[in-house]
């Protein structure tokens, strides 16, 4: 088992409100994702919004649970995600291996810059207003939930270990 610098001033686990909250933000940022990304189609299929749902499924849904969230500190905890409480239920601890699943969270970031490079090739492709409205929302989203997830990060007890800490090293 991993230990961890534990941080004094963190939660052990995260109120309801904030795990519904930063999980409604996080599912309106997909889904603004998505809808941006559907009139890159082939044939009939939005292959764009189809492939880019299979990979946060397939790689944030399963892999990342098993990868980086059975070895994390919130493990079987509710961390500002829940997903400690996911990853307890769908694998043991320690099932995961954590260096694979540092690498696999280069996961993150692609599933946050493909959407709006997307939209900007849709947009070039044939302009639809619904997609400019869906990318100027994506971006603004984002940075809206960049800030939520820096409060996430700052009351984290792992935030000085963690490689992913978006809340810096200067304490609160
Ligand atoms: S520091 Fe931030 S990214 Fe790392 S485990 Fe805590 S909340 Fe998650």
Not at 45 to 54: C, G, K, L, N
Not at 60 to 71: D, E, P, Q, R, Y
Not at 80 to 104: E, I, P, Q
Request: charged share 15%; aromatic share 16%.
């Amino acid at each position: 088992m991993v230990q961890w610098e534990v941080y004094d001033g963190g939660l052990d686990e995260f109120p309801w409100w904030w795990v519904a909250l930063e999980n409604v933000q996080l599912l309106v940022y997909w889904g603004v994702g998505f809808l941006g990304m559907y009139w890159l189609k082939a044939g009939a299929w939005p292959v764009a919004s189809i492939v880019y749902a299979a990979f946060i499924v397939v790689v944030v849904g399963i892999a990342l649970k098993k990868h980086n969230c059975s070895t994390c500190y919130y493990y079987g905890r509710w961390c500002h995600l829940g997903w400690g409480k996911l990853a307890a239920m769908m694998f043991a601890r320690d099932a995961g291996n954590r260096d694979f699943g540092a690498k696999l969270s280069i996961a993150y970031p692609l599933i946050a810059f493909i959407p709006p490079l997307a939209m900007a090739v849709s947009l070039v492709i044939e302009f639809r207003t619904v997609v400019l409205v869906c990318l100027v929302v994506y971006l603004a989203w984002g940075m809206a939930q960049f800030a939520m997830r820096k409060r996430s990060c700052a009351r984290c007890r792992i935030r000085y270990s963690c490689g992913g800490s978006a809340a810096g090293k200067a304490a609160e």
